[in-house]
Nanobody
């Protein structure tokens, strides 16, 4: 059974920073695509950032480019999301996801495994 456990969420003022972590059970190398998605109240879950197995391919949503950075440490089976210059509109529950799909994609439907989510709240 695959388990993804997120941590690092919290409350921060606008322009602050947070670093999210996601530990995956099993071998991270088994999951070609890993990523972060978020869901705000009343909104659909949306893509934030995704990364392939060796970090050579990364995709960012337009509204986080230049502020967020995704990375993974396969030896530690851990996925990270460094979030800088946070905005109020970044407030959401952030989910870690993993997929065996051979190609990197921002489409949520492709990701078979999901964590429970970690709350990020940004205040003005």
């Amino acid at each position: 059974q695959v388990q993804l456990v997120e941590s690092g969420g919290g409350s921060v003022q606008a322009l602050g920073s947070l670093r999210l972590s996601c530990i995956a059970s099993g071998r991270a190398l088994d999951y070609n695509a890993m990523g972060w998605f978020r869901q705000a109240p009343g909104k659909e879950r949306e893509h934030v950032a995704t990364i392939n197995w060796d970090g050579s391919d990364i995709q960012y949503a337009d509204n986080v480019k230049g502020r967020f950075a995704i990375s993974r440490d396969n030896a530690k089976s851990t996925l990270y999301l460094q979030m800088d210059r946070l905005k109020v509109e970044d407030t959401a529950t952030y989910y870690c996801a993993a997929s065996l799909f051979p190609y990197l994609t921002p489409k949520t439907m492709v990701y078979e495994y999901w964590g429970q989510g970690t709350q990020v709240t940004v205040s003005s």
